[in-house]
């Protein structure tokens, strides 16, 4: 009931920051183009296997001047993996405890969307993905969300083509061709979303299209992840090349986000080799949840930001960059360029990274030096890692409460926001 979203509302509220004036606004009326990079890991960045970098074009693009990239930013999925992410990352709200959100409620609740703001403030909002629309409940979930188009596998050229086709659907190649083309015609300012496909386990590729040695771990599937991330980032180079050469560049921010692990935890001993170490600890597998999350825009102050953070906190980062108030809506994460912002990235089973300590299966870490520590040894460490906890678990059961009860329909006293009408959404906006 509406009771519920009280004590919720006030937690939020407890969270708002003000925002970094030297950022408030970078980004407002200019096209927003955000790709998804499926299952990409933050180790990937500046890799190299025999002495040749990984993702050449994503490397030179996380150094780049007016490239604002996150060290420190990690993955929150759970079991709803990439529908987790796209959850938080457009939403501000976790994943369930268990199963989807996506599937579970997309289709039938009301939520308080990036997409849903940028379409109430002018912009055309659409969602790229060469898989079907069924795939976790995206077709019914995008309509909630306020997207005016959805352009999944159908869309694209000769889309059933074998040859086209690995995994769960279109070649990343392929699918930012016609992606592009797409996206040249979308009435601006647009925000896309693109989400790639092909870099996800087991990361096969047909002979034609490797061109990255594999590395020598000895696991299978692992060992192949390289090459599928070597030819996203070439698909990637190749949408780049794109947006220059059409102009689209000088109007456009580029925003990356790897949405999970590529590599689970169940592959301890692949991971210490790909770390160059004989074993793993518990402090190397929980930097090994950090995933990329850069942003560029021309004119945009870069550089390598180190806070903690993760994918929660992407929706009020962009808000503020948009210049968009949020501050009366349900969102769980906080701007992550805000001197207020919260150095707390809660994980899905309980875990947690803070700038100071870190709890990761069990252990408790220093976030910098990686040292175990006993938090009972220390009264003020474990006075600390008390409210970090108690502050990681109200969080994310607050974000269920939301979620489970639909709560977000009681939400009506807002002066930013105006209640998403899924019927207003058909992916035909102008063509009918
Ligand atoms: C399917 C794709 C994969 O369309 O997005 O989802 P994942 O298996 O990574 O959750
Ligand atoms: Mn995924």
Known sequence: SVADLAPIEKFVKQQNTTPNPAYYGALKGKNIIMIHLESFQQFLIDYKVDGKEVTPNINKFYHEQNTLGFSNFYNQVGQGKTSDAEMMLDNSLYGTASGSAMTNYGATNTFQSMEGYLDQDGYTTAAFHGDVPSFWNREATYKSWGFDYFFSKAYYKDADNPAYNVGYGLKDKIFMKDTANYLQQLPQPYFAKVITLTNHYPYTLDKENIDFPATKTGDKTVDGYVQTAHYLDESFGELMAYLQKSGMDKNTAVILYGDHYGISENHKPAIAKLLGKTSVTNYDLANWEKVPFMINAPGLKGGINNTY?????????????????????????????????????????????????MKHNGQYFVTATGTLISPKADPRVEQIVKQTQSYVNTSLSYSDKVITGDLLRFFKTNTDFKKINRKDYSYNKGTS
């Open 309 to 357: 953070g993760g994918e929660i906190d992407v929706m009020p980062t962009l808000m503020d960059l948009l210049g968009i108030s949020d501050t009366n809506t349900i969102h769980f994460g906080t701007d992550l360029l805000a001197a207020a912002h919260k150095q707390i990235v809660a994980f899905r089973n309980g875990d947690w990274v803070t700038n100071e300590y």
